[in-house]
């Protein structure tokens, strides 16, 4: 069965350090894959997709994500993290009409 | 600044009684999501649709809950009879189909509590 893996339920940084949330996927056939985020209270908030063309994804609030398909890996990084980036963050792959969502990962950002 | 709206935001009853939580869509987007979030369970995607017909509802218990859009600019989920184990937090997300993919725009939620 197809599932999306998100390495870490909680990540802690600091403020100004790299934030690396991790997501793998497990379909065979390249997927269409999303970055969600929900602040607390909220629904969840697109921050970037991949769909087709370049592995290399920018998304708001200066996060970016890479699609590697040797690895079946989405992982997504900001250089430097804010406190306005606490959160958690959702990794979700669709593929023949089904979506998958991750566990989610709740990102803590210490001053 | 067009959104999905979700009533009511809040929902407080008792066991055994009908629950009855609305979305309206944005206006255009053709499919309509619902899912449940509890702190147990996480994020759970209930059931969506596309042009009003459900494609894909496997995650949605059929014994009490059911999901219906009687026009595109309301989508229903109902359940009947409630149990304290529904509590949880229910989002209706809306989004248009291009490109072969979806893109979601989520609702308030609607916090159900059920005594």
Same mark, same amino acid.
């Given at each position: 069965?197809?599932?999306?893996?998100?390495?870490?339920?909680?990540?802690?940084?600091?403020?100004?350090?790299?934030?690396?949330?991790?997501?793998?996927?497990?379909?065979?056939? %390249? %997927?269409?894959?999303?970055?969600?985020?929900?602040?607390?209270?909220?629904?969840?908030?697109?921050?970037?997709?991949?769909?087709?063309?370049?592995?290399?994804?920018?998304?708001?609030?200066?996060?970016?994500?890479?699609?590697?398909?040797?690895?079946?890996?989405?992982?997504?990084?900001? %250089? =430097?993290?804010?406190? =306005?980036?606490?959160?958690?963050?959702?990794?979700?792959?669709?593929?023949?009409?089904?979506?998958?969502?991750?566990?989610?990962?709740?990102?803590?950002?210490? %001053? | 600044?067009?959104?999905?709206?979700?009533?009511?935001?809040?929902?407080? +009853?008792?066991?055994?009684?009908?629950?009855? $939580?609305?979305?309206? *869509?944005?206006?255009?987007?053709?499919?309509? !999501?619902?899912?449940?979030?509890?702190?147990?369970?996480?994020?759970?995607?209930?059931?969506?649709?596309?042009?009003?017909?459900?494609?894909?509802? &496997?995650?949605?218990?059929?014994?009490? !809950?059911?999901?219906? $859009? *009687?026009?595109? +600019?309301?989508?229903?989920?109902?359940?009947?009879?409630?149990?304290?184990?529904? &509590?949880?937090?229910? !989002?209706?997300?809306?989004?248009?189909? &291009?490109?072969?993919?979806?893109?979601?725009?989520?609702?308030?939620? +609607?916090?159900? +509590?059920?005594?």
């Amino acid at each position: 069965a197809q599932s999306v893996t998100q390495l870490g339920s909680h990540v802690s940084v600091s403020e100004g350090a790299l934030v690396l949330l991790r997501c793998n996927y497990s379909s065979s056939v %390249p %997927p269409y894959l999303f970055w969600y985020v929900q602040y607390p209270n909220q629904g969840l908030q697109l921050l970037l997709k991949y769909t087709t063309g370049a592995t290399l994804v920018k998304g708001i609030n200066g996060f970016e994500a890479e699609f590697k398909k040797s690895e079946t890996s989405f992982h997504l990084t900001k %250089p =430097s993290a804010h406190m =306005s980036d606490a959160a958690e963050y959702f990794c979700v792959e669709y593929n023949f009409n089904k979506f998958y969502f991750g566990s989610g990962t709740k990102l803590n950002v210490k %001053p | 600044d067009a959104r999905v709206t979700q009533t009511p935001r809040h929902k407080v +009853t008792e066991m055994g009684q009908e629950v009855t $939580m609305r979305c309206q *869509p944005i206006l255009g987007h053709n499919t309509v !999501f619902w899912y449940r979030q509890t702190m147990m369970q996480g994020l759970e995607l209930l059931a969506y649709f596309r042009n009003r017909a459900p494609l894909d509802d &496997s995650g949605m218990p059929k014994d009490r !809950f059911s999901a219906e $859009m *009687p026009d595109a +600019t309301l989508a229903t989920l109902k359940i009947q009879p409630s149990e304290p184990r529904d &509590s949880a937090v229910y !989002f209706c997300a809306s989004g248009p189909y &291009s490109g072969g993919y979806n893109e979601q725009f989520f609702g308030p939620g +609607t916090r159900l +509590t059920v005594l």
